[in-house]
């Protein structure tokens, strides 16, 4: 069972710890680690998206960030964002490879597989520039069914008019492109 940090508004650890069901049963706000890995191409940003697996509980078969997974009770953003990246695409990050993009939170409910899930997030951010080949990955196929590079501005436009393929969230995107705005 995966225990996790719950976190108050601000992301700060309150000291109790609960287990990842109880969180979504409950919409218990705790922390999460995302990467956004990208490329520049003629001008453009290409970021790498990963199709979750269909037998995921939230989202499965959409395109999402790059790589991303619940912080275990005690660990570090950072930390946690390297080992999700090693575990699920095999990119085997330094920490001086990752730059922090920024924090957001991210709260929905849905229905998944016909059960109710309440998701209630604060987001790490991290991003990541490394050359990458797709084909030399080595893809956790019980979390990964496969990644792809997109055009950013496709993702972007996506996600404002339609939702049946990609779920990254707008608030996750945008701490993306001001990151790369304030990097440029």
């Not at 972007?156 to 339609?162: L, M, V």
């Amino acid at each position: 069972m995966e225990y996790i940090d719950v976190c108050d508004e601000s992301g700060q650890p309150t000291g109790e710890i609960v287990d990842r069901d109880t969180a979504h049963k409950n919409g218990i706000l705790h922390r999460t680690s995302h990467v956004w890995v990208i490329r520049e191409r003629d001008g453009r940003y290409d970021v790498l998206l990963q199709k979750r697996s269909s037998d995921k509980e939230s989202f499965p078969g959409m395109y999402d960030a790059s790589s991303a997974g619940h912080i275990p009770a005690g660990s570090d953003p950072l930390l946690s964002v390297i080992r999700e990246m090693g575990e699920e695409i095999g990119i085997h990050a330094n920490p001086d490879e990752l730059s922090f993009a920024g924090t957001f939170q991210c709260s929905y409910e849905e229905r998944f597989h016909g059960e109710p899930f309440r998701d209630n997030e604060i987001r790490y951010a991290y991003v990541y520039r490394e050359p990458v080949e797709t084909e030399k990955l080595t893809l956790q196929k019980s979390e990964v069914d496969e990644v792809r590079w997109f055009p950013l501005d496709e993702i972007a436009e996506e996600i404002q008019t339609r939702h049946d393929r990609i779920c990254v969230s707008w608030q996750g995107l945008s701490v993306l492109i001001d990151y790369l705005e304030r990097e440029a």
